[in-house]
Structure formats: structure tokens, C-alpha cells
């Protein structure tokens, strides 16, 4: 009964928390937010902090110059996009910064907080504005787009429900059974919920920075070259970026299609 009484419980948490939705401003994608702006902000300021310690700040003061330039009018024009359109809570607690790291690393990122991270070793391929607004306005759509409070929030669920599954399972079967149903769970949490999502929020980021890029001012059309670009370096180039953002020829072929069926913004 005790263990019952668990599950029910853990059903009943899951089911409250899957009303916590949020809306993907430019998508109208509905998503599942568990986790409050101040919550996830104060964990990526602490990241930040930490990483910025540590990270070799550029002295190409040129690349700096046209990074932070491109970074700006994107801000501009998103913030004033999405406070036009009623859309200014995507906006909430986003303190845009950007930064460029000396480093051949191919590699760029955003923190949920808005804080933008570039190694001057993807400028080999950013190496004009238009490309520089392509990664720009895909580690910007991840921010306003909240993929990291989501992200955590799949995982939280993912987490809770295999604590309670794993209870019955346990309770009937013995450890035997319940080690059997550990490793299938794992396997499908994965394969089932988490890494399709993952990949999901990639193509969503493509998007949204495609159009953030288009209001902006940008060539949305560098969108997919740059990408294409990427995969010509893939094989020359070890990095993160390359396991983060993955670069294929369906992802191309999305941003084509996105860039053909692309509304009036």
C-alpha cells in the first residue's frame, strides 16, 4: 500500500507539473516549463561566473568589434520585434552579452541568461556578418525559446517517473528484474523522449534564427550555406560544436524549406 500510495502520488506530481506549459515565441510550439526564469537565470549566471574565470578573452579586437556589432542589431531587433507582437515574456530575464574566447576550438554557445560565447576558431567559418548572424541567431533562439528550462524539465520528469516505475517493478519482480527494467529505461527515455527532443530543439533553433536574422537585416540565405560549410570542415575539425549542433543534410534541407515558407515578419 505504502509503495502504491508512491506511485499515485508521483503520477499525480507528473500530471500538475505537465500543465506548466510555455509557448516558443515564432514557432507557437507549447513546451513544458517546470522551472521559474529566476531559477534558471541565477544557475546560468553561477555557470557563466565560473566559465568566465577561466576562459582567454580575445585580443583580436577587429573579430570582437564585428561580433559584438552583429550581436547588437540582432538584440535590437528582436527585443523590438517581440515587444511589438505582445511577446516580451520570452524576454524575461535575458541580459544579453557577448563574448569571444581565444581559441581555434570550432565551438559557440548561449547560456539561458543570454550570455553568448564564440571561439575565434569558428570564425574560420562565420567568417563574414551574414554567417556570424546564422550561429548568432541560433544560440539566440535557444535562449528565447527557453530549450534549457525545457531540457531540464524532461529530465526531471524522465527522472520522477523512473523512480516510480522502478518501485513496482522492484516490489514484484525482484532486483533481477528491477536491474532488466533499469537498463530498458534508460535506453528508452532516451531514444524515446530525450534525444528526439534534443534534435527538435536544434531544427527550432534553426528556424527562429533564421527569422531573427531576416529581421535583423541579415541574408537569411547564409542559413543554410554556412551549414553546408560546416560540413566540408566536419571532417578536418575536432569539436564540441560539431556534437552539439549537428550539421547534416536533412537540417539543410529544413532551413531551405523554412526559408521558402518563411511569413512576413
Known amino acids: 500500500m505504502r509503495k502504491l500510495v508512491k506511485i499515485m502520488a508521483a503520477v499525480a506530481v507528473v500530471a500538475l507539473l505537465a500543465a506548466s506549459c510555455g509557448v516558443v ?13 529566476s531559477e534558471i537565470m541565477a544557475l546560468s549566471d553561477q555557470s557563466y561566473s565560473e566559465f568566465a574565470k577561466t576562459a582567454p578573452v580575445s585580443s583580436d579586437a577587429a573579430a ?5 556589432g552583429v550581436g547588437e542589431k540582432m538584440v535590437y531587433a528582436l527585443e523590438s520585434y517581440l515587444k ?5 515574456s520570452a ?9 569571444l574566447v581565444n581559441s581555434s576550438e570550432v565551438n559557440a554557445f548561449c547560456m539561458p541568461s543570454g550570455k553568448i560565447v564564440f ?19 541560433h544560440e539566440m533562439a535557444h535562449a528565447i525559446a527557453k530549450h534549457g528550462n525545457e531540457r531540464m524539465s524532461q529530465q526531471s520528469v524522465m527522472n520522477l517517473l523512473g ?3 522502478s518501485e513496482v517493478i522492484g ?6 528484474a528491477q536491474s532488466l527494467f533499469n537498463l ?11 534525444l528526439p527532443y534534443s534534435r527538435k530543439h536544434e531544427y527550432e533553433a534553426d528556424k527562429i534564427g533564421m527569422y531573427i536574422m531576416d529581421i535583423a537585416g541579415y541574408d537569411v540565405n547564409a542559413a543554410p550555406a554556412f551549414w553546408e560549410k560546416m560540413i566540408e570542415g566536419k571532417t578536418s575539425a575536432k569539436s564540441d560544436f560539431f556534437s552539439t549542433h549537428p550539421s547534416d543534410k536533412k537540417r539543410i534541407a529544413a532551413l531551405k524549406e523554412a526559408i521558402k515558407t518563411k511569413p512576413e515578419l
Open 25 to 37: 515565441s515564432f514557432t507557437g510550439r507549447k513546451q513544458m516549463l517546470l522551472f521559474s526564469d
Open 163 to 165: 523512480s516510480a516505475a
Open 84 to 88: 511589438s507582437h505582445g511577446q516580451s
Open 171 to 176: 516490489a514484484k519482480k525482484g532486483a533481477a
Open 184 to 194: 530498458g529505461f534508460g535506453i528508452g527515455s532516451q531514444a524515446g523522449v530525450l
Open 119 to 137: 571561439y575565434e576558431g569558428i570564425l574560420k567559418y562565420a567568417d563574414t556578418p551574414d554567417y556570424i548572424a546564422v550561429v548568432m541567431g
Open 64 to 68: 570582437t568589434r564585428m561580433l559584438k
Open 91 to 99: 524576454l524575461s530575464g535575458l541580459k544579453w552579452e557577448f563574448m
